[in-house]
T-cell receptor
């Protein structure tokens, strides 16, 4: 059972280009979370998705960022017109169901995509 | 008040020392609590879940005080391999997404 797979591991984009980050959750997991980690900072929640649904996008910047988790295929985090401030590590995590009261369900993380905007 | 706050650190301790990490959270509706560990430039990995009754896993002990909205992690007999950043993680109310503290860096020296 492969873990959470993210690709690419490293991505370099020029300012103004688009960045597409992919995340394939663990087999059997239907919940995906995206986090951003700036250098020397903690992980910031961005968005929480289930198949074909965005559950919580309260951490997503209002412009240029979007995420999807289609019925088939990986979850995609898309950043349009990238700027230098978007340079960060983007981590995806998956879990099999709600992390809910009385049952602490682990979220498994991918190795991350390190985006560098030049 | 930040959603999850941790000791700023860093903690520099000798091998064999006991070290304690503290964490407070602001959302009283939070239901699930964890400690994750993150090595430099790697992904976070679950260290242990935290239960109301407190729980222990070898050298690691986690405690939760819901009334004070406080979580702790105790590492006994620290090893060089314990050097990492320790992240306090709390669920956002009854929903699934996890809120991470900024982390506390631990360096264990020989």
């Amino acid at each position: 059972n492969a873990g959470v797979m993210q690709n690419p591991r490293h991505l370099v984009r020029r300012r103004g280009q688009e960045a597409r980050l992919r995340c394939s959750p663990m087999k059997g997991h239907s919940h995906v979370y995206w986090y951003r980690q700036l250098p020397e900072e903690g992980l910031k929640f961005m968005v929480y998705l289930q198949k074909e649904n965005i559950i919580d996008e309260s951490g997503m910047p209002k412009e240029r960022f979007s995420a999807e988790f289609p019925k088939e295929g990986p979850s995609i985090l898309r950043i349009q017109q990238v700027v230098r401030g978007d340079s960060a590590a983007y981590f995806c995590a998956s879990s099999p169901l709600f992390i809910q009261g009385g049952r602490n369900t682990e979220a498994f993380f991918g190795q991350g995509t390190r985006l560098t905007v030049v | 008040r930040k959603e999850v706050e941790q000791d700023p650190g860093p903690f520099n301790v000798p091998e064999g020392a006991t070290v304690a990490f503290n964490c407070t959270y602001s959302n009283s509706a939070s239901q699930s609590f964890f400690w994750y560990r993150q090595d430099c430039r790697k992904e976070p990995k679950l260290l242990m879940s935290v239960y109301s009754s407190g729980n222990e896993d070898g050298r690691f002990t986690a405690q939760l005080n819901r009334a004070s909205q406080y979580i702790s992690l105790l590492i006994r007999d620290s090893k060089l391999s314990d050097s990492a950043t320790y992240l306090c993680v709390v669920s956002k109310g009854s929903q699934g997404n996890l809120i991470f503290g900024k982390g506390t860096k631990l360096s264990v020296k020989p």
